[in-house]
């Protein structure tokens, strides 16, 4: 797990600090920016909310709703932070569910994309920024995301 995934997560939990049962949202909000509830993420899990690792096992595995791996062969991960939101990003959401027929945290049915969201890629100044397939890309409008699509899932 990247140090960037680490902070995300950290983050992630943080946002839910102080709610009750905040074990399920957190692990909702993991998968639907990282596409899966990564093995690596449990022991993080439970020394941030200060719970067993077998309480924070236990919930994944008995949810059928959480996978341990990005279920897609295409692994999107859209970033919805301040600086890309002001330029475009959820144009760039709608558009992504639009054209996928799928919501961010779901795989197409044929298993080729899995459409992630995710907060800054350090891609600011380049916004609308996206991570596909960990490549990053920058300015990205409807058209140049479909291009990119295209060009990351040919062959797939
Ligand atoms: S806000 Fe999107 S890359 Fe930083």
Request: charged content about 20%; overall charge negative; hydrophobic content about 40%.
């Amino acid at each position: 797990m990247t140090v960037d995934a680490r902070e995300r997560v950290r983050a992630i939990v943080a946002a839910h600090q102080g709610e009750r049962g905040s074990l399920m949202p957190i692990l909702h909000a993991i998968q639907d920016e990282f596409g899966c509830v990564d093995q690596e993420v449990v022991p993080l899990l439970a020394d941030e909310l200060n719970i067993s690792r077998a309480e924070v096992h236990g919930v994944v595995s008995f949810y059928s709703d959480f996978r341990s791996e990005p279920a897609g062969r295409t692994g999107v991960r859209l970033c919805r932070a301040e600086a890309c939101q002001s330029v475009g990003a959820e144009r760039l959401v709608a558009h992504a569910e639009q054209v996928l027929g799928i919501k961010v945290g779901q795989t197409t049915p044929d298993g080729s994309i899995t459409l992630g969201q995710v907060f800054c890629l350090g891609n600011c100044a380049l916004g609308p920024a996206a991570q596909v397939n960990g490549r990053l890309y920058g300015r990205l409008d409807p058209s140049a995301l479909d291009a990119v699509l295209a060009r990351e899932t040919a062959g797939s």
